[in-house]
């Protein structure tokens, strides 16, 4: 049995009021994290050559991905697009337009990259045909809305872009839908397009930062944090003195965090989206990562939803599979709270609720993705899981009391380096 696991099972065999005293000094757990630092910092370092793109890999030709491009040539590849339909208008092939397909079938997990990609399959949206009249319109009016953004090169939100045409569009699902059509169809990414989603991911912790030239202090943002600002781009100047960065799924657990200043405890930079991950948190999350190079260790609710969110934010979402390349931050480490650990730590029958059975289907189909085969722990802990149908939330700790999170839990889950 190796030194890790004989530590976890001296935790799941001691009563759990002596948590708190198996806990070592501060000085101690802080110098796990330096060493998780120095190792992170030393892999991203290495001289081994890793395959970074699809280009690398020679599968361009069989996947499409995006890049980002500056407003002029997402205005060019627009025009070249409008160009196209018009000599197809005269040629007597009808008014269409050639859309990538997004569906599920037409994606692939490439295992040198980690993440989730999409095939270079194309269908017809025509105009003539019932079927596809409603949305070709749809995206004909979203390439003029985007064209004319880009000309006077300023922003707007989804729900701007909505009601410039609420009649046209019907619902805003329909416009989204489109706005990430019409992204994978130029080639670009959707930040690209100046369209954002309104403000919703924030960041609290030893992170200073400017956004649009003003200077942010993540440390004096109070319990509430610092609005993640949904165009990335104005984001710059980013420095730390954090040791990691700690992802959490849900808003009442980062306020926790914060209020008990967990950052200034071990220092570190706690970033939230409150539930599933938008564009900007996870372009945000991706830029800490990979220019501040600190490890990120993720905290989310022990449920099917909980890792499908984790690895939304490592390997990407189907929906978006196109710009997997620009928004995946890879390397996370599943920290807690883990389906092992509603026994380990002696979480309460009554904190913990019983699996419905769609938890149940999503549990299994986790199980067949490969992005999760590919790591054991992962599949254990899922099996555990359906095993024993039950699921729970970060707040069951709080059964504990209420700053058992960030006095016991977490400094313990670290001292134990208990991460997947």
Known sequence: MSDKKRRLKSIATKPTSGF???????????????????????????????????????????????TDLPPSSVRHAIEQTILTAAQSILSGRGFSFSVPSRASS???????????????????????????VRKSAITARVLHLIHQLCLKNIHVTKRDLFYTDVKLFGDQSQSDTVLDDVSCMLGCTRNSLNVVASEKGVVVGRLVFTDDGDR????????????????????????????????????????????DRFYNRFPCIIVTAKGQPDVATRLFLKKMK??????????????????????????????MSYDSG???????????????????????????????????????????????????????????????????????????????????????????????
């Open 216 to 259: 942010i202090d993540c440390t004096k943002m109070g319990v509430g944090g610092k609005a993640i600002p949904p165009n990335i781009d104005r984001v710059g100047g980013m420095e730390s003195d954090a040791l990691f960065i700690l992802l959490v799924e849900k808003d009442a657990a980062f306020m926790r965090l914060a209020e």
């Open 106 to 132: 037409n994606q692939l997990y490439v295992p040198e990259l980690d993440r989730i990609v999409l095939r270079d399959k194309s269908s017809t949206r025509s105009f003539s045909s019932l079927p596809t």
């Open 290 to 319: 990979m220019e501040l190079r600190l490890p990120v260790l993720a905290l989310v609710d022990s449920d099917p939803y909980g890792l499908k969110i984790l690895s939304v934010y490592m390997c990407g979402s189907k929906n």
């Open 20 to 66: 708190k005293s198996r806990l070592q000094p501060d000085s101690a757990i802080l110098a796990i994290l330096e060493s998780l630092l120095a190792s992170t910092r030393s892999a991203s370092t290495s001289k081994t050559p890793i395959a970074k793109s699809l280009f690398d890999l020679n599968l361009s030709s069989t996947c499409r991905e995006v």
């Open 326 to 420: 620009n928004l995946t931050t890879p390397d996370i480490k599943w920290l807690g709270v883990r389906p092992s650990d509603l026994d380990r730590y002696g979480v309460p029958e009554q904190c913990r609720l019983s699996m419905t059975d769609q938890d149940v289907k999503t549990g299994r189909d986790l199980l067949e993705e490969e992005f999760v085969k590919k790591n054991a722990g992962w599949v254990e802990e899922l099996e555990l899981m359906l095993r024993t149908r039950q699921k729970a939330e970060i707040q069951a700790l709080s059964s504990f009391g209420f700053q058992y999170l960030s006095e016991v839990y977490l400094p313990l889950k670290i001292q134990q380096q208990d991460w997947l």
